[in-house]
């Protein structure tokens, strides 16, 4: 249990279930100290939970007599976030231990409409992650389930797709599958317009219509290995990672959105980005008023340093010295 927000859910569902529990034994079963304990019980104070704590040798914490925690109502888009900040724990092996991982599934489960409960099912069942997945931007819940579901149920849909050069088309595709990486989503499947294996942007589909026929996909196909090895192979030499530190609103201003990702992060912009040539992307970096951090590769950190000395180069260079 080594996500304090998943310490805290905990130590309220213990609460619920006992009429009382002493620092020590929710430390034990938290896997804490008595001190944390204390922090998390002032956490749930501060949402509104009314925990009284009972001080003394044999004093403990409770919920307030009579408190009943509102039942959990969830929209689409909150249902959505939450299946897959747990897809995304259990697949990275950011997640807890196993059986707190189903419980929190089947809970979730429970408490939604029956109109949502086969779409995140579905979801659940066919979405892949690659090593590189990072925090992105979400498509449109409607797109995203709907694609989920066709590649479970192994049926035919149509899309409306925009390609980046804004062009609009309509076509059917077999979705083999839903993958996340790198900060965004992509369905694998077999294009009917084009009659061959291709790769599509979620966030560039702007509809998804079922259609009545069905599909085999080939037997052993792997979308993410497909995914990966078609980008490996596009113009991009280079997979760049920064953290700049700033702001994400005018950060976003200044960079093209259409060749980075931009995610929010506590020390700043997580910017990810694909470039053919680095010297361009440190000329890029270098026109920004804020500081970053370089993650990978390291070879923008060589191409940083030939940028600074051509401009010390150029600071000391006279009028009448001609440039080397």
Known sequence: MSHPLTRVLTLLELLQSSARLTGTELA?????DVRTVRR??????????????????HGGYRLARGYRMPPLVLTNDEALA????????????????????????????????????????????????????????????????????ASRARTTVGISHQSWRRDHTER?????????????????GHDHLRDSLRTFRIDRITSVTPRADSFTAPEGFDPVAHLTSTLAQGPYRWQVEVTIHGPLDEIARRLPRSVVTLTAQPTGVLMHARAERLDGMAHLLA????????????????ALRDLAAQLAAAAQRKPEEPPQ
Do not use: C, N
Request: net charge negative.
């Open 40 to 57: 998390y019980t002032a956490h749930l104070r501060d949402l509104g939970i009314p925990v009284e704590a009972e001080r003394g040798r």
């Open 28 to 32: 034990d079963r938290l896997d804490t």
């Open 172 to 188: 059917d595709i077999d979705p083999y599958g839903v993958v996340f990486h790198t900060g965004r989503w992509y369905v694998v």
């Open 82 to 149: 939450v299946v897959l900040g747990l897809l995304a724990a259990e697949r990275l092996g950011m997640g807890t231990a196993a059986p707190a991982s189903a419980g929190a599934f089947a809970k979730i489960e429970r408490v939604l409409p029956h109109a949502l409960r086969e779409p995140l099912a579905a979801m659940r069942e066919t979405l892949s992650f690659t090593a590189h997945a990072v925090i992105g931007q979400t498509p449109g819940t409607g797109v995203l389930l709907a694609l989920a579901q």
């Open 287 to 302: 026109s920004l008023e804020w500081p970053f951090t370089i993650h990978h590769p390291d070879e923008l950190r060589q």
